[in-house]
């Protein structure tokens, strides 16, 4: 079965840069069609995309933060990575990575537990 | 940039229909998908491509498409299906979240 979950900081102060990666297991991103994408939460409050990889590299990132923003895969060890710069309090929320299938309507069908990520100093 | 709006907040007796709505600018050109979300919990796709129930999703949850509103609809609501839910579309291959509708079913 599908399964993803995220690791990294759970704390990082203002100004630095947060490294998140994702380890799954269940599909490849070998395969044609496949996606891993980053969505994230900030306590009390709704949920935001924030970037997407495709198995071909193909890359996706909200235009609010892409200059921030950068997604990566390693397809030898099933692990997708972001890395978001400058990090300031209002980063603070859990984020999550989630499986999709590319074009048609596919949302994001598996998700992983979430990692929650604290800004402060 | 393109965005969807949901009420804050829909309330429903056990056993009738709920309806969310989702609006946005020609949001019926679009593939809308929609996520339930329990306190704590991950979120879950329960509705994509407008009407399609994903394996295990019972069939109570159902979804339609058109003009600039898609609407989740619960039928028989239970009281396992309060949460928070929210609908998502595709603009230009990034992904948009509506600001969720919490679920009262009282």
């Known amino acids: 079965q599908i399964t993803l979950k995220e690791s990294g900081p759970t704390l990082v102060k203002p100004t630095q840069t947060l490294t998140l990666t994702c380890t799954f297991s269940g599909f490849s991103l070998r395969t044609s069609g496949v996606g891993v994408g980053w969505i994230r939460q900030p306590p009390g409050k709704a949920l935001e995309w924030l970037a997407l990889?495709?198995?071909?590299?193909?890359?996706w990132y909200r235009p609010s933060l892409k200059s921030r923003l950068t997604i990566t895969k390693d397809t030898s060890k099933n692990q997708v990575v972001l890395t978001m710069t400058n990090m300031d309090p209002v980063d603070t929320g859990t984020y999550y990575c989630?499986?999709?299938?590319?074009?048609?309507?596919?949302?994001?069908?598996?998700w992983g537990q979430g990692t929650l990520v604290t800004v402060s100093s | 940039s393109y965005e969807l709006t949901q009420p804050p907040s829909v309330s429903v007796s056990p056993g009738q229909t709920a309806s969310i709505t989702c609006s946005g600018d020609k949001l019926g050109d679009k593939y809308a998908c929609w996520y339930q979300q329990k306190p704590g919990q991950s979120p879950v796709l329960v509705i994509y491509?407008?009407?399609k129930r994903p394996s295990g999703i019972p069939e109570r949850f159902s979804g339609s498409n058109s003009g600039n509103t898609a609407t989740l609809t619960i039928s028989g609501t239970q009281a396992m299906d309060e949460a928070e839910y929210y609908c998502q579309a595709w603009d230009s291959n990034t992904a948009v979240f509506g600001g969720g509708t919490k679920l009262t079913v009282l």
């Open positions: 989630a499986h999709r299938l590319s074009g048609g309507g596919w949302g994001f069908d598996y």
């Open positions: 990889i495709y198995w071909d590299d193909d890359k």
């Open positions: 491509q407008d009407t």
